[in-house]
């Protein structure tokens, strides 16, 4: 999967829906949901037909045949398998797999819950990893070198998509960028 052109063409869309708020504060919540739900539609649309799912809190269509629409993280990828029931009249069901991608979305600005949320990242057993964050950009060099460690710290692939707050969309120069952490620190991810 081309993460940075997931995170763009998400990034993108998102920029373009149409949204409104109460208040500065609501508006840049209502671009964050547009974001998240742009970001699942294009997860799910790559995936169709495939043996494939995502779980989201925000996404529907999971319960019935999981028990729950939404896993231990905002946005889980996961591999599914089909079953039968031991009994008599056996029944046909579907289970999770494996977890191929988990993402977490953090738009706070702050390093601190960004760091909480790669340690539910590290909790996992998923090959890849997406934190999705919004620091300042005058801070972006120190919230990579804090995060580091912590995200060599766990297991699989970690990406780093740093997209502009919500908030601040309106500056046309502001673009994501996505990083891959590599054994020598973090690089542009392709």
């Avoid at 995200?151 to 990083?179: F, R, T």
Wanted: hydrophobic content about 45%; glycine content about 6%.
């Amino acid at each position: 999967m081309n993460v940075a052109g997931l995170i763009d063409a998400s990034f993108n869309e998102a920029m373009k829906a149409l949204v409104m708020g109460t208040s500065e504060g609501a508006l840049a919540r209502a671009r964050e949901r547009a974001f998240v739900k742009t970001l699942i539609a294009r997860l799910q649309s790559a995936v169709a037909g495939e043996d494939l799912r995502v779980f989201a809190s925000s996404r529907r269509g999971n319960e019935s045949e999981f028990g729950t629409n939404h896993l231990l993280h905002d946005i889980v990828l996961c591999r599914i398998g089909k079953g039968k029931t031991a009994a008599r009249k056996a029944e046909e069901f579907l289970y999770v797999a494996e977890a191929l991608w988990q993402i977490e979305v953090d738009f706070s600005r702050e390093w601190r819950p960004a760091l909480y949320a790669i340690n539910r990242l590290n909790c996992g057993a998923a090959a890849q990893k997406l934190l999705i964050a919004s620091p300042d950009e005058r801070s972006r060099e120190r919230f990579l070198n804090s995060l580091r460690a912590p995200g060599a710290a766990g297991s699989g692939k970690l990406y780093l998509a740093l997209i502009p707050h919500p908030a601040d969309w309106e500056d046309p120069a502001s673009q994501p960028q996505v990083w891959q952490l590599e054994d020598d620190g973090w690089t542009a991810a392709t």
